[in-house]
């Protein structure tokens, strides 16, 4: 037996309005969620059923849920967040851009460790650094919080 038998599947979500004009092809969605462990995985679920959705290929709809999950990981644990936020944008079938968003400290102006391959932390931006064609940090206008922001190409 299915260990789905009995349980009501969730609805679909409502794909969002065709865009006109300079932005057509463009598909975008914004969510926030608690600043727990357990957003890891439900963004990594919300980024798989977007992207699907949109028809996204499977590398890329892959490859997004690796970088989601790294980007939730790292505003979870290197921030005092109590909602980490994150926008989704499609640009046609060919790129898929991420941006997670913290509500900490901003910035750490010291400059970073480099990662080794034995470390138990600080892999992540090189895994990032791998996976995405292009990504980077916003740094806010106000010592407040900071995004970090990946593109994901087929």
Known sequence: ??????TTPLPRPRPLPAPVGAHAGRRGERFELP????????????VALRAGHW???????DTAQLVV???FTNAILHTDSDVV????????LLRLRIEVADEGPGLDKRAPD???ADAEHGRGLLLL???????GVIAPDRATGCTVWAEIRP
Do not use: F, I, N, Q
């Open 69 to 71: 999950s790294e980007l």
């Open 55 to 61: 028809g996204l290929p499977e590398t890329v709809c």
């Open 85 to 92: 936020h994150c926008r989704l944008e499609a640009t046609g």
């Open 35 to 46: 600043a727990l462990a357990a957003s890891v995985a439900a963004a990594r679920s919300r």
């Open 1 to 6: 037996m299915s260990p789905l038998h009995g």
């Open 129 to 135: 650094d791998a996976l995405a064609a292009r990504w």
């Open 114 to 116: 480099a990662a080794s």
